[in-house]
């Protein structure tokens, strides 16, 4: 049962380097996306998809990019890391577009910018 | 667009005592609720949603939230709590968006500290 799967699980990026957080999930889900979570801000949206195509932003997507070739994958790419950016970041998945029920979490990702 | 508060971000409660964590939203035509939980270095998994239908839900150990419309909010409430409980809780709303999909919207988070 492998559900959402994020890798890595831990990085440490100096200032300016660029990288991708890689997320994929085996339940056929339509709905992706990606939060951040700072303490004290909850879980922020970055970006999200509702289908292999598709993307918008959410409530934060400065500095992120995201693309979606397939249903099972939804990769994370910070293009010039900043200080800022250090966070925990967690991908989750749910069904279709109309749908409202639960959503499916990866165990996260920690990234620290020097 | 949707927000959700959760007024109290640390929650400290003695093992076997009731608990309540509040969370409120901004109004909305259609509002679909959840509870998520998380422990420490792991994801958030959910501990109940409202749809629709009756305004009381509960979980499988032992939490209970009730939708209330007139005051936008969804607390969560536990008679009786166990260290176990002890835990993040993330209330969040789904939102509508105007091309007609749906985003999830969260709170900050209460910490739920147990104490024996």
């Known amino acids: 049962n492998a559900g959402v799967t994020q890798t890595p699980k831990f990085q440490v990026l100096k200032t300016g380097q660029s990288m991708t957080l890689q997320c994929a999930q085996d339940?056929?889900?339509?709905?992706m996306s990606w939060y951040r979570q700072d303490p004290g801000m909850g879980l922020r949206l970055i970006h999200y998809?509702?289908?292999?195509?598709i993307t918008d932003q959410g409530e934060v997507p400065n500095g992120y990019n995201v693309s979606r070739s397939t249903t099972e994958d939804f990769p994370l790419r910070l293009l010039s890391a900043a200080p800022s950016q250090t966070s925990v970041y967690f991908c989750?998945?749910?069904w279709g577009q109309g749908w409202t029920g639960e959503l499916f979490f990866g165990e996260g990702s920690r990234l620290t910018v020097l | 667009a949707q927000s959700v508060t959760q007024l109290d971000s640390q929650v400290p409660v003695f093992e076997e005592a009731p608990v309540e964590l509040r969370c409120n939203y901004s109004?909305?035509?259609?509002?679909?609720l959840f509870w998520y939980v998380q422990y420490p270095n792991q994801g958030l998994q959910l501990l109940l949603k409202?749809?629709?239908?009756?305004?009381l839900v509960e979980s499988i150990n032992g939490f209970e939230a009730e939708f209330n419309k007139s005051q936008t909010s969804f607390h969560l409430r536990k008679p009786s709590v166990h260290i176990s409980d002890t835990a993040e809780y993330f209330c969040?709303?789904?939102?509508?968006?105007?091309?007609?999909?749906?985003?999830?919207?969260f709170g900050t988070g209460t910490r739920l500290k147990v104490l024996a």
């Open positions: 989750a998945s749910s």
């Open positions: 109004s909305s035509v259609s509002v679909y």
């Open positions: 409202y749809l629709s239908g009756s305004t």
């Open positions: 969040a709303v789904s939102d509508r968006t105007t091309s007609g999909t749906y985003k999830y919207i």
């Open positions: 339940m056929n889900h339509e709905y």
């Open positions: 998809s509702v289908g292999a195509g």
